[in-house]
């Protein structure tokens, strides 16, 4: 098990995902980037709205159990995240506890039918551009560190 668990999130969307924090590129590494972490739990389903436009409804899909991706960390994992390992048998249940909590929300119509559609089963394509190749993987791995304290780019440090 990962020795440091946390919680990250995309602010936009306001999904959180319990993660393993991997570290952030050494050597050179530009300060705004944001730290690697590997998705173990999903612990709050995206809103499914437009983020220019918050009153129209669009799919915005979980990213895949395992994934390595870059979000901001937004907390430390609290006992109560950490709890989710054994709640949820695997990353798939996970999303759906999330996404049938998020329909009790009172959400709006449209947004409820895009997390049926997913809940139903409907295949989409993933968010991408957040999830790190093979070979960034082994580099974040080879090049970790954790500077520790607040980052002065603003960017990527631990909370």
């Not at 990250?8 to 570290?23: F, K, N, T, V």
């Not at 999303?95 to 049938?100: G, I, K, L, S, W």
């Not at 957040?130 to 791995?141: A, D, N, Q």
């Amino acid at each position: 098990m990962a020795d440091r668990l946390v919680v990250i999130h995309s602010p936009e969307i306001r999904d959180e995902y319990l993660a393993a924090w991997m570290g952030l590129t050494g050597l050179g590494y530009d300060p705004h980037t944001l730290p690697a972490s590997r998705i173990l739990r999903m612990l709050r389903y995206p809103v499914q709205r437009a983020i220019i436009w918050p009153d129209v409804p669009s799919e915005n899909l979980p990213l895949p159990g395992g994934a390595v991706v870059r979000l901001p960390v937004l907390r430390e994992a609290t006992e109560a995240d950490r709890q989710a390992l054994e709640r949820f048998r695997d990353y798939a249940a996970s999303v759906r506890a999330a996404a049938v909590e998020a329909l009790g929300d009172g959400i709006p119509e449209g947004e409820r039918r895009l997390i049926a559609l997913e809940l139903a089963g409907r295949k989409r394509t993933t968010r991408a551009v957040l999830i790190l190749t093979e070979s960034e993987i082994k580099e974040v791995g080879h090049h970790a560190r954790d500077p520790g304290g607040p980052d002065p780019g603003g960017g990527a440090a631990a909370p």
